[in-house]
């Protein structure tokens, strides 16, 4: 099956630091990646839409400027947390829509971001 | 726009009981639906899908659902639950065409298993 692999899994930074994360798809083309937060006990989130050679298209009240997206090839994504905050700690997830498929989105295996 | 609604935040059952999550969304077109478990600290991972076609759909681990566009519903049930199948449960509908791909999820329902 299609593998989505997220990285890293854990991170903990510093308030005012910034923390990139990669999505990848390992076996497949994604045109289109989507980046999900979900705060502790709750759902899944849309924060944006990524698709590959274009800007991230995002969802109303996601922050351009503080979640940058860059989605440079085929099989990468990544979401660069821009001076990160304490209220910014949360787990982040991307999922990949195999290119030409009509298959499900991929999930990664999720970021859990702590900022201190 | 799409939504979910998971009525029930938390469901305790006993091992072996049979088990009903309960899912209803709102979308203006047929829908793609799905159900995801996610143990605590860890990602989603895809339990079954309903695209098309039979509207009663088997997934891994003992599961099914059933798709009921008269109720815009998309239960899922398990005959007998083990201790293993404790883990919050999510819901989701997607849309076709463009945004294929893109997720909204339910509130999510937290399974606690007796023994």
């Known amino acids: 099956g299609a593998v989505v692999s997220q990285h890293p899994s854990r991170v903990i930074c510093k308030s005012g630091t910034s923390v990139k994360i990669e999505c990848r798809s390992l076996d497949f083309q994604a045109t289109t990646m989507f980046w999900y937060r979900q705060f502790p006990k709750q759902s899944l989130m849309l924060m944006a839409t990524?698709?590959?050679?274009?800007?991230?298209?995002?969802e109303q009240g996601v922050e351009k400027d503080k979640f940058l997206i860059n989605h440079a090839s085929l099989t990468l994504s990544t979401l660069t947390v821009t001076s990160a905050h304490p209220e910014d700690s949360s787990f982040y997830i991307c999922?990949?829509?195999?290119?030409?498929?009509?298959?499900?989105?991929?999930f990664g295996q999720g970021t859990r971001l702590t900022v201190v | 726009a799409q939504s979910v609604t998971q009525p029930d935040i938390h469901i305790t059952v006993s091992e072996g009981a049979s088990l009903e999550l309960r899912c209803n969304y709102s979308y203006g077109a047929t829908p793609y639906l799905f159900w995801y478990v996610q143990s605590p600290g860890q990602g989603l991972q895809l339990l079954l899908k309903?695209?098309?076609?039979?509207?009663l759909v088997q997934g891994i681990k003992g599961f099914e659902a059933e798709f009921k566009r008269s109720q815009s519903s998309f239960n899922l049930r398990k005959p007998s639950v083990h201790w293993s199948d404790a883990a919050e449960y999510f819901c989701a509908v997607g849309a076709g065409g463009t945004s294929y791909g893109k997720l909204t999820f339910g509130q999510g329902t937290i399974l606690t298993v007796h023994p």
């Open positions: 309903y695209f098309s076609g039979d509207t």
């Open positions: 999922s990949a829509r195999v290119w030409q498929s009509n298959t499900e989105a991929f």
């Open positions: 990524s698709n590959e050679g274009s800007k991230a298209t995002y």
